[in-house]
């Protein structure tokens, strides 16, 4: 017989905490976003171990008077909302009382907080959910929450953490994302003792940009400001010059709090349309106000989507908003920056399909097994400045350019990678390159196996670096901008494929474009290298270079058999 029975405090508790406490990131997340609520204009995060072993954040916000601070840790405690009409008009970032108890039942928790300076503060020791130890110790006014030992006692949630460098990462995304939708607030973050963040607290939006992202596109970012009856909107917002691989640079707060809407990036998208790449993305930080009543906080255990009252108005009012600034700036479009075109990722393949589109749905010239060796093919010429037309023993074979050259330099780099020494290019005059928090800590972390492929990266103080020298396979291109690509798609994968990864994303900015014009020589040349591969027939992102139509095919498509 099945039993039924309502599960116990501590399994409830524990349930609930893993929708809070995905990682360390999200610890912070939830005690800034407390801090923040308690009017705090100075916030200092400490992250050592990667968050695992401390997580703190310190406050000078409004504190827990001495009688509440065992409460605060109680599951639905909270001093933000007390009725339902008060969640309809949430004017706090926090309203679900259980981040708290749901550190708690996941590490040692550590209080200090006053709640007035002439009072003397509360500390609490917490440990497996329960206060272990209470004193009275004096403190100026404001909350210090230290975390410990997270996930300890929970060896597969532990299993899940990733690298410290990537936990870090995540947590200076999340500050950073803070500082940017609070200007007027001071943050700061140490991670493993090393100043990872921090922002002047002057008011100023672009101050805080020029901390971190580099005065170069805090200095080109276009002023956003509109408003309507029921919306308005301010910001920053880079030309599309200053593009970048991924979203990790478009920032979207509502009511400043941070959140990720498909439908915003969408506006941001469509403002844009024309002026970027193929799988660009324009750097924003965007804040939304309306009034709660027009959106629904409550979908997200982490607070992190929202639902809107009228998506459509939203979605036309904040792409006009992009579009009207975008269009009154001459957008300055750098050569340097459209020379260059879309990662691997992007890379448009469908072209490279055409049975899948044409007619002839019969044709079935498929690629064979990566690992089969080319056979001597002869060149008869190039097609749509995209494929190379050969002739082999057994039918006419179509090359895909880029995906063949992808190949070839993605074996170089393995090579390099298996102790082969690296063809470096010295770069005459070093590139200083101002790296975000987040890509700070990428760089850090695939340091060495960068330096392996060929780039030297000397630090410069802070988050600035100097690129002396560049992967020779990367000569012709700008190196700014495939270092950071190169970074947004490392903070993609876990730190196991991070040789792999770096050299696919290499091999795909270094391999000659589709549209490019090659010499017979040229081909022959790519041609030649690709038979000297161990999988000639796949690129590294496992897409055929070579499609065979053999004589039977052919013969059947011209109805000579059927
Ligand atoms: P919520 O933020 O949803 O109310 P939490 O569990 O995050 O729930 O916090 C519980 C309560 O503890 C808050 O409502 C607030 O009263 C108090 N609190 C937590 N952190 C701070 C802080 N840094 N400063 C002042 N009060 C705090
Ligand atoms: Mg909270």
Known sequence: ????????????????????????????????????????????????????????????????????????????????????????????????????????????????????????????????????????????????????????????????????????????????????????????????????VRSPGNGVLRDVVVQLYGTELARAMIRIESSSDSMSITGLAAPASLSRAGRGHQSMFINHRWIR????????????????????????????????????????????????????????????????????????????????????????????????????????????????????????????????????PDGMYLVDQHAAHERVVYDSLVAQEAGAAPEVQGLLEPITIELSPTEDSLLIDAFEELSTVGFMIDNFGDRTYLLRSIPAVLRDFDAATILRDILHELSQHSRQDIHARLAITISCHAAVRAGRHLSVDEMKQLILQLERCAQPRTCPHGRPTVIRYDKGELDRLFGRRS
Not at 35 to 60: F, H, M, P, T
């Open 1 to 196: 017989m099945v039993e039924l029975h309502v599960l116990p405090p501590e399994v409830v508790s524990r349930i609930a905490a893993g929708e809070v406490v995905e990682r360390p990131a999200s610890i912070v997340k939830e005690l800034i976003e407390n801090s923040l609520d308690a009017g705090a204009d100075k916030i200092d995060v400490d992250s050592r171990g990667g968050g695992a072993e401390l997580l703190c954040v310190a406050d000078n916000g409004s504190g827990i008077p001495c009688a509440h601070v065992e409460m605060a840790f109680l599951r639905h405690a909270t001093s933000k909302i007390a009725s339902l009409d008060d969640l309809v008009h949430l004017r706090s970032l926090g309203f679900r009382g259980e981040a708290l108890p749901s550190i708690a039942a996941v590490a040692d928790v550590e209080v200090s907080t006053s709640a007035a300076d002439t009072e003397l503060g509360t500390y609490l020791y917490i440990h497996g959910g329960t206060v272990v130890h209470r004193e009275s110790k004096p403190r100026a006014q404001g909350t210090t929450i230290a975390v410990r030992r997270l996930f300890r006692h929970f060896p597969a949630r532990l299993k899940f953490l990733k690298s410290e460098a990537t936990e870090n990462g995540h947590i200076a995304q999340v500050v950073s994302q803070y500082a940017l939708a609070f200007p007027s607030v001071a943050f700061s973050l140490l991670l493993e003792d090393r100043i990872a």
């Open 261 to 392: 809407s498909p439908l915003l990036q969408r506006a941001v998208d469509d403002a844009y349309r024309g002026l970027l790449q193929e799988g660009r993305n324009a750097v924003t930080v965007l804040n939304l106000e309306m009034s709660p009543d027009r959106l629904d906080v409550n979908v997200h255990p982490g607070k992190a989507l929202v639902k809107f009252a009228d998506e459509q108005a939203v979605f036309r009012f904040v792409r006009g908003a992009l579009k009207t600034a975008l269009m009154n700036t001459s957008v300055a479009t750098d050569a340097r920056h459209l020379s260059y075109t879309s990662t691997g990722t992007q890379y448009n393949w469908s072209v490279g399909e055409p049975m899948e589109h044409t007619p002839s749905p019969h044709l079935a010239a498929t690629p064979t097994p990566g690992s089969e060796a080319l056979p001597p093919l002869r060149i008869l010429g190039q097609l749509l400045a995209t494929y190379i037309v050969a002739e082999g």
